[in-house]
């Protein structure tokens, strides 16, 4: 387990660094974390979107479905590039642009 935040994780969670119940000692534990999301629909999606953003260390995602026309006004995490391909690398895809970190 990494015992510091980076310069770059520093910069990003500067605002998580500032609230006293979170800090660095909080950050470094949401590095340190592991979530497993089982599916990236209308839950699974923003959870996952907020999970990365916040700094959730691993974030393993499980979903077999593809990516409908139909999902994208509740399931945020994919985009209409993404119609027919799996929904598990749409998610991946998404993340990392969020969180290239996480």
Not at 50 to 73: E, F, K, M, P, T
Not at 86 to 96: F, G, H, Q, T
């Amino acid at each position: 387990m990494p015992a510091s935040l980076s310069q770059e994780e520093l910069l990003r969670y500067s605002r998580h660094l500032l609230i006293p119940s979170i800090g660095e000692a909080g950050q470094l534990r949401l590095k340190n974390a592991s979530v497993l999301l089982i599916g990236t629909g209308a839950l699974g999606s923003p959870s996952a979107m907020y999970l990365a953003a916040a700094g959730v260390g691993r974030i393993g995602l499980v979903d077999a479905d593809v990516v409908d026309a139909s999902n994208l006004q509740r399931q945020i995490v994919h985009g209409g590039s993404w119609i027919g391909k799996p929904k598990l690398e749409s998610a991946a895809a998404r993340l990392r642009e969020i969180n290239p970190l996480v």
